[in-house]
């Protein structure tokens, strides 16, 4: 995307592969920027993203096959498991293994679906392109439980080339942000817990629903394995929502 009409830390150039897969661009972007160390005008930013072993934590975009394997039959695992096999493929197919460790690359791919915003942007030539992108400071705000209670509203400005946060109701002093996740598309809470690590309780935007024999074998898990992680957890609890119309979860 090298003609994009304005400079922020995106994806449009990278020294490993000039690719069109903007997404992947951007993984690779953070990781070189990170190579840089304190050099890298993004250090400051680059410091506050988590790392493996805390997106192990609670992302299920980090967890073990072994964890995810109980609930192979969640949306959410096979999104996953598709996500990753075409990720190592399009690093094995550019050969980027001969600069940087396929774990680095993950790392960079799940920062980059957990922390960036998709927006379309005005290109020298006049066309509008989609693209991610990651914006230090904003990336900091957190969602809120529903609607009413998101503050802000953020969005690209093409006349004024920047990314503009604005509050849309009066904010205290001391008072939190509270920024929407469904701006560029709503989300079930499969699809935020895929992105994100979380769910949100009442959410308006409904899960696929699965079917009994797939929820049984779910929902009657032991309880070490429900309980083995944040991760498992949140699994369950989203086997669960995925499972309220066949009724098994009222015999769990």
């Given at each position: 995307?090298?003609?994009?009409?304005?400079?922020?830390?995106?994806?449009?150039?990278?020294?490993?592969?000039?690719?069109?897969?903007?997404?992947?661009?951007?993984?690779?972007?953070?990781?070189?920027?990170?190579?840089?160390?304190?050099?890298?005008?993004?250090?400051?930013?680059?410091?506050?993203?988590?790392?493996?072993?805390?997106?192990?934590?609670?992302?299920?975009?980090?967890?073990?096959?072994?964890?995810?394997?109980?609930?192979?039959?969640?949306?959410?695992?096979?999104?996953?498991?598709?996500?990753?096999?075409?990720?190592?493929?399009?690093?094995?197919?550019?050969?980027?293994?001969?600069?940087?460790?396929?774990?680095?690359?993950?790392?960079?791919?799940?920062?980059?679906?957990?922390?960036?915003?998709?927006?379309?942007?005005?290109?020298?030539?006049?066309?509008?392109?989609?693209?991610?992108?990651?914006?230090?400071?904003?990336?900091?705000?957190?969602?809120?439980?529903?609607?009413?209670?998101?503050?802000?509203?953020?969005?690209?400005?093409?006349?004024?080339?920047?990314?503009?946060?604005?509050?849309?109701?009066?904010?205290?002093?001391?008072?939190?942000?509270?920024?929407?996740?469904?701006?560029?598309?709503?989300?079930?809470?499969?699809?935020?817990?895929?992105?994100?690590?979380?769910?949100?309780?009442?959410?308006?935007?409904h899960v696929e629903q699965l079917?009994?024999?797939?929820?049984?074998?779910?929902?009657?898990?032991?309880?070490?394995?429900?309980?083995?992680?944040?991760?498992?957890?949140?699994?369950?609890?989203?086997?669960?929502?995925?499972?309220?119309?066949?009724?098994?979860?009222?015999?769990?």
């Amino acid at each position: 995307s090298d003609d994009v009409a304005w400079p922020s830390y995106q994806s449009q150039s990278t020294s490993l592969f000039p690719s069109p897969r903007s997404d992947y661009l951007l993984a690779i972007r953070i990781w070189e920027e990170e190579q840089k160390g304190e050099e890298s005008r993004w250090a400051t930013f680059l410091k506050e993203l988590p790392g493996a072993e805390e997106f192990a934590t609670f992302h299920p975009m980090m967890a073990s096959d072994a964890l995810l394997r109980p609930f192979e039959a969640l949306p959410i695992v096979k999104m996953i498991n598709l996500r990753k096999k075409k990720a190592h493929k399009w690093f094995q197919v550019n050969s980027l293994g001969n600069r940087l460790r396929w774990e680095d690359f993950w790392l960079g791919y799940v920062r980059y679906i957990s922390r960036s915003y998709g927006i379309t942007v005005k290109t020298k030539t006049g066309k509008r392109k989609w693209m991610p992108v990651a914006v230090p400071v904003a990336d900091l705000g957190n969602t809120a439980a529903t609607q009413d209670q998101v503050n802000t509203r953020w969005a690209y400005d093409d006349e004024r080339e920047e990314f503009v946060v604005t509050v849309t109701m009066p904010v205290a002093e001391g008072q939190e942000l509270f920024e929407s996740y469904q701006i560029s598309s709503l989300k079930d809470n499969s699809k935020l817990a895929y992105m994100f690590g979380f769910t949100l309780p009442g959410n308006p935007t409904h899960v696929e629903q699965l079917s009994s024999e797939v929820c049984r074998s779910m929902l009657q898990l032991p309880e070490e394995v429900m309980g083995r992680s944040r991760v498992s957890s949140l699994l369950y609890s989203l086997a669960q929502e995925h499972c309220v119309a066949s009724g098994e979860t009222e015999k769990a």
